[in-house]
């Protein structure tokens, strides 16, 4: 029951158990070998925290802001298509959870909630707007009045463009189930059983998504929306900085939960080297991460080096298992190992948090080394 949920694990064994198959294999498959879904995990284990004793930490604020809106924690929901497999309630219960608990909820483009649903779930109390995830169609005309539609509900506050996944990822658990999807807003398709090409959940919605999306397009997708615009999906250095120069608000490292390319590098790493080389660029950009993120001390890590923001996927899938109070006990336990984290660390605010609380030496030899920038970009930065 939903009280011997203390930790983020325990909803992914009570997932895996409760789950159809069909929606196991989807929610917690990784490309191919799942190296990257894997190190995603495990490199957050090499950072070690240096903390400060002896500091007044009897009240202890996670408060913090995401674009400008304020937020109770600065976490988030991130954007995942077919939450309903999950629950019946699906991304509604993420839009209600969220708002109830002042966290951000980013939609995506393959919810399988209508925008409209998920506008009518939230009240009008001053809560963080949703964001909202887009994947670009081949008939661009879709993502047009797609974003249109979001912008003028009033309720999101930010477009985010995915940009790792321009096609399926090989996704072998998820190829193997035979897979039939119909999504609210319109797109279908049916991923048939193994043939060389796969089927899966995966492959059947991504087919309309455009692979042919390049930095050219970054205006006409900005023309679409008054709302800021975030690229989710930046695995370089280089195009972190392409992305600020180009005035992008919110540039979200991640490599798709380790479902898109494999051996892709965990983002943290990206992170690291973001901070160590181009450390400016936390001043020009809102930098958020996800990706394996799965307790308070992961959360607070990545705040340390410098993320406005961290995201959870699947482990709001698997806690969706239990409708909404599921979603919401989920919060609340990273609500606490947050608040838990930051008060053996010796901080009382999110401000307080820097890279002088982290070792991060075991991560040395792995974090990427700068990028060679053409004279063109030096001279502009
Ligand atoms: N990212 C998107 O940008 N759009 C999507 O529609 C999307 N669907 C996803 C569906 C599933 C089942 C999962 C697990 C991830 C999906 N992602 C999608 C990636 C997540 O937004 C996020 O980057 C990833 O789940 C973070 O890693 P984590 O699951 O280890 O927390």
């Not at 070998?33 to 950072?47: E, P």
């Not at 954007?79 to 608990?101: C, D, I, N, Q, R």
């Not at 996704?171 to 899966?200: F, Y």
Request: with cysteine.
């Amino acid at each position: 029951s939903l009280s011997q949920m203390i930790s983020l694990h325990d909803f992914e064994e009570a997932a895996q158990e409760n789950l159809s198959k069909k929606a196991w294999a989807y929610f917690s498959s990784g490309a191919t070998d799942q190296i990257t879904l894997a190190m995603n995990q495990s490199v957050y284990q090499k950072v070690f925290f240096q903390p400060r004793t002896m500091v007044d930490v009897s009240s202890v604020s996670t408060k913090s802001t995401m674009l400008g809106h304020p937020v109770d924690i600065p976490i988030f929901i991130c954007p995942t298509g077919m939450a309903k497999l999950s629950h019946p309630t699906g991304e509604v219960s993420f839009a209600k959870a969220a708002e109830a608990y002042g966290i951000m909820f980013m939609m995506s483009t393959n919810a399988s909630s209508s925008v409209s649903d998920v506008v009518k779930a939230r009240t009008s109390k001053p809560a963080p707007p949703c964001f909202f995830q887009l994947y670009v169609n081949r008939d661009r005309s879709k993502s047009e009045a797609l974003v249109k539609n979001v912008t003028a509900s009033g309720k999101f506050g930010a477009i985010v463009v995915t940009v790792d996944a321009h096609v399926a990822g090989k996704r072998e658990a998820d190829e193997k189930v035979k897979a039939e999807v119909v999504l609210e807003s319109g797109i279908t398709g049916t991923g048939t059983a193994p043939d060389a090409k796969g089927g899966g959940i995966g492959r059947a919605m991504g087919g309309y998504i455009d692979p042919s999306f390049s930095w050219a397009d970054l205006p006409w997708v900005r023309s679409l929306s008054h709302l800021p615009l975030g690229l989710k999906g930046v695995q370089t250095v280089e195009d972190v900085i392409k992305a600020v120069k180009l005035g992008v608000e919110l540039i979200y490292l991640s490599n798709h939960g380790g479902r898109a390319l494999d051996t892709a590098p965990p983002a943290l790493l990206v992170l690291l080297s973001l901070r160590k080389h181009h450390p400016w660029v936390f001043d020009r950009a809102e930098i958020y991460i996800d990706g394996g993120i799965r307790r308070g001390t992961d959360v607070v890590k990545a705040l340390c080096l410098g993320a406005k923001a961290v995201g959870l996927g699947r482990p709001f899938l698997y806690a969706l298992s239990y409708g909404l109070e599921g979603v919401e006990k989920a919060i609340e336990v990273l609500r606490d190992e947050v608040e838990t984290t930051m008060q053996l660390l010796g901080v009382t605010s999110i401000d307080q948090l820097g890279p002088h609380l982290l070792n991060t030496k075991a991560l040395e030899p792995l974090i990427p080394d700068p990028p060679i920038l053409s004279a063109s970009i030096r001279a502009r930065l």
